[in-house]
């Protein structure tokens, strides 16, 4: 059984920092790409960073560019969202995802994953 589990939201005031992880078990994801997304009370779910399965190619979500770095660990089978300077526009609940598709294929859609992690709240008071 597939399973993503995030830790590390938690409260932070503007202007700090916090380091979100995702961890997979049940299959390795070292052939994927891997992303995170996030969902605010009555918004839809929206893309904020994506990792290429060889860790060379990035992509991030304009409102995040430059505060936020998406990372991986391949022995942990783990990704990493490292985010600073953050706003209280980025109070959501942070979620992970991987495709079952392998290699080059990645996507800025919820609709491009098959695997999600339960989420993890970040709260940035103002």
């Known amino acids: 059984q597939v399973q993503l589990v995030e830790s590390g939201g938690g409260l932070v005031q503007a202007g700090g920092s916090l380091s979100l992880s995702c961890a997979a078990s049940g299959r390795t994801f070292s052939n994927s790409a891997r992303a995170w997304f996030r969902q605010a009370p009555g918004k839809e779910r929206e893309f904020v960073a994506s990792?290429?399965?060889?860790?060379?190619?990035?992509y991030y979500a304009d409102s995040v560019r430059g505060r936020f770095t998406i990372s991986r660990d391949y022995g942990k089978n783990t990704v990493y969202l490292q985010m600073a300077s953050l706003k209280p526009e980025d109070t959501a609940v942070y979620y992970c995802?991987?495709?079952?598709?392998?290699?080059?294929?990645?996507?800025?859609?919820?609709?491009?994953?098959?695997?999600w992690g339960q989420g993890t709240q970040v709260t940035v008071s103002s």
């Open positions: 990792i290429s399965w060889r860790g060379d190619n990035t």
């Open positions: 995802a991987a495709p079952a598709q392998s290699g080059g294929y990645y996507s800025l859609s919820p609709r491009g994953y098959d695997y």
